[in-house]
T-cell receptor, first 117, second 115 residues
Framework: GAGVSQSPRYKVTKRGQDVALRCDPISGHVSLYWYRQALGQGPEFLTYFNYEAQQDKSGLPNDRFSAERPEGSISTLTIQRTEQRDSAMYRC???????????????FGDGTRLSIL | AQTVTQSQPEMSVQEAETVTLSCTYDTSESDYYLFWYKQPPSRQMILVIRQEAYKQQNATENRFSVNFQKAAKSFSLKISDSQLGDAAMYFCAYRKTGSQGNLIFGKGTKLSVKP
């Protein structure tokens, strides 16, 4: 597609449920990133992939959070046993190159707004 | 650890006037990238401008320019001839060279444009 696509746009679920957030990056983009943005804050890095390989997951807050990108394209961020503090905007971004010296910008999706009741 | 600080939670500018949004950062790295992103009410996250730290020349994109002061670790954004469509949250972000993930964002500045 023309841009990074995320679904769903909104997700409301009860505490304790599992949720899966989907990201479809720009076609051909090698790198894919997940961020979390709390209200009134800037995005915070969670994890990223080059192709299907997860390169850095240091930003994942705890082991209830996981992400995968099995075929090097679409990625899923999964939150198990959700808690109210997980409520936030979850943003995905992709960039073209995988070079460590790349200055290619990250292109962001419109995000999934997650609300945990 | 690197940090990015935007000290102005809100700013206001008259249409057609110029406004400067400030950003400072803390890093021990010598090479890195800096970005300004715009987040309008539509929820998009749009890249406005970027600067490589090794370049002394300030980046410019049409009405948007930066004042990059490496020694002072300052990276301000100047918007000239402000338009109503410039109203948005603006986020300053940092990424060190060699790190593909890990964009570090400031808390943002909400810019209002008065007609």
């Amino acid at each position: 597609g023309a841009g990074v696509s995320q679904s769903p746009r909104y997700k409301v679920t009860k505490r304790g449920q599992d949720v899966a957030l989907r990201c479809d990056p720009i076609s051909g983009h090698v790198s894919l990133y997940w961020y979390r943005q709390a209200l009134g804050q800037g995005p915070e890095f969670l994890t990223y992939f080059n192709y299907e390989a997860q390169q850095d997951k240091s930003g994942l807050p705890n082991d209830r959070f996981s992400a995968e990108r099995p075929e090097g394209s679409i990625s899923t961020l999964t939150i198990q046993r959700t808690e109210q503090r997980d409520s936030a905007m979850y943003r995905c971004a992709s960039s073209l190159e995988a070079s460590v010296y790349s200055n290619q910008p990250q292109h962001f999706g419109d995000g999934t707004r997650l609300s945990i009741l | 650890a690197q940090t990015v600080t935007q000290s102005q939670p809100e700013m206001s500018v008259q249409e057609a006037e110029t406004v400067t949004l400030s950003c400072t950062y803390d890093t021990s790295e010598s090479d890195y990238y800096l970005f300004w992103y715009k987040q309008p009410p539509s929820r998009q996250m749009i890249l406005v401008i970027r600067q490589e730290a090794y370049k002394q020349q300030n980046a410019t994109e049409n009405r948007f320019s930066v004042n990059f002061q490496k020694a002072a670790k300052s990276f301000s954004l100047k918007i000239s001839d402000s338009q109503l469509g410039d109203a948005a949250m603006y986020f300053c972000a940092y990424r060190k060279t060699g790190s593909q993930g890990n964009l570090i964002f400031g808390k943002g500045t909400k810019l209002s444009v008065k007609p």
